[in-house]
C-alpha cells in the first residue's frame, strides 16, 4: 500500500475557487435551459446541451467547498481527478471548437463576452490545476501520511460488479463523444453539435474515472467529497431532462442506455451515502457505555465490600498479634 500524502493547500485553494466558479456558471447555464435559451459559450442547436453542462457544474459546486475539510490526498482525489480532468478537456473543446463559439460567431453581446471569459477562466484553471496536481505528487510525506493506512469501511462485495458497469457506462460514452464526436454525436437522442457532443463528452468521461476511482480506492472513507458529488449531479441532470423530456427520443437505445445511466449515477450517490452512514455508526459504537457496566453506573465505581471482608491493602488487627 502506497504512503499517504497530506493535502496541500494548491488544492485547496483551488477546489474552493472552482467551486464558486461552477455555482454561479452553473446556475447561470442551467436556469437559462430551463427557460428555453442556449446561452453556453457556443452556439448549441438547442437549449438541453448547455443546461446538462451547467447541471454538472452546478451540481459538483457544494462538494469542492468541502475538500478543505480533508488532511490526506488519498482522502479527497476520486473527487480532484476528475475535477482536472474536467477543467483541462473543457478548456481543450473550447480551443478546438473556436469557430463555434459565441463571440465567433456573432452572438448577442452578453454572450459573445460570456464565451470569452469562458475560455479565459478556464485557460488560467486548467492551467493551476495541471499544476496543483503536479505540485501535489511532487510533496513529500508529512507526518500525517508516514504509515499506510488501512481501508476503514471497504466497499461491500455486492456493490462493486454495479460500481464497475456504471463507472465503465459513463467513461465508454465520454470516450466516444470526445474522440469520435462526428459518430458518437448523432447516437444522442437529441440534435447535438460537435462542440457540444465533446463538452457533454468531457463530463461523462469525468464522472466514469470518479466512479471507477472511487471502485480502486474500495474505502467509503476515502471517497466521501465524491460521495455528496454524485447525487447532486444526477438529480440536477434529471431536472434538466425533465423539463427538456420532448426534447429527447426515449424510445431510441440511446435514450434508454440514458436513462438508466443517470439513475445508475443517483443510486451510487444514495446507496453510498447509506453505506458510510452505517459505518460511521458503527465507528461510534465503541466509544459509548462500555457492554458489562450498567446504565447510569459511573465505570469508576468500584463495588462494595461485602460485610465482614478484608481489604486487599489494609491489614487485620490479628495479622499483628
Not at 139 to 145: D, I, K, N, T
Not at 286 to 303: K, S, V
Request: one cysteine or more; proline letters at 9%; hydrophobic letters at 50%.
Amino acid at each position: 500500500m502506497a504512503v499517504q500524502k497530506e493535502l496541500s493547500p494548491g488544492i485547496v485553494v483551488l477546489s474552493a475557487v472552482v467551486g464558486g466558479i461552477s455555482l454561479t456558471t452553473g446556475a447561470l447555464l442551467t436556469v437559462t435551459s430551463l427557460f428555453g435559451y442556449a446561452a453556453g459559450p457556443w452556439v448549441s442547436p438547442e437549449a438541453l446541451s448547455p443546461g446538462l453542462i451547467g447541471a454538472a457544474m452546478a451540481g459538483v459546486a457544494p462538494a469542492l467547498f468541502t475538500i478543505g475539510r480533508a488532511r490526506l490526498w488519498e482522502d479527497v482525489r476520486s473527487l480532484v481527478l476528475p475535477l482536472v480532468i474536467v477543467l483541462a478537456g473543457l478548456f481543450a473543446v473550447s480551443l478546438l471548437n473556436g469557430g463555434s463559439l459565441q463571440a465567433v460567431e456573432g452572438g448577442p453581446l452578453f454572450l459573445a463576452l460570456f464565451s470569452l471569459g469562458w475560455v479565459a477562466t478556464l485557460g488560467l484553471l486548467a492551467l493551476g490545476a495541471v499544476g496543483c496536481l503536479v505540485a501535489q505528487y511532487r510533496r513529500p510525506p508529512g507526518r500525517a501520511g508516514a504509515t499506510p493506512r488501512q481501508p476503514v469501511a471497504p466497499l461491500p462485495a455486492w456493490s462493486k460488479p454495479p460500481l464497475a458497469v456504471v463507472g465503465s457506462g459513463w467513461l465508454g460514452i465520454g470516450t466516444g463523444l470526445l474522440a469520435f464526436p462526428a459518430f458518437w454525436g448523432a447516437l444522442v437522442p437529441w440534435t447535438v453539435n460537435r462542440a457540444d457532443a465533446q463538452g457533454l463528452g468531457v463530463w461523462a468521461l469525468a464522472l466514469g474515472v470518479g466512479v471507477l476511482g472511487a471502485l480502486a480506492e474500495d474505502d467509503l472513507t476515502r471517497i466521501r467529497p465524491a460521495l455528496r458529488a454524485v447525487p447532486l449531479i444526477a438529480l440536477a441532470t434529471a431536472v434538466v431532462l425533465a423539463v427538456h423530456f420532448r426534447s429527447v427520443d426515449w424510445t431510441s437505445g440511446p435514450g434508454v442506455s440514458l436513462l438508466a445511466l443517470v439513475t445508475g449515477l443517483f443510486t451510487t450517490g444514495v446507496s453510498g451515502h447509506w453505506l458510510l452512514s452505517r459505518a460511521d455508526h458503527r465507528s461510534v459504537a465503541p466509544t459509548g457505555t462500555p457492554p458489562d457496566t450498567a446504565p447510569g453506573t459511573p465505570p469508576d465505581t468500584a463495588p462494595a465490600a461485602a460485610p465482614g471482608a478484608r481489604s486487599a491493602d489494609r491489614p487485620s488487627p490479628a495479622d499483628g498479634a
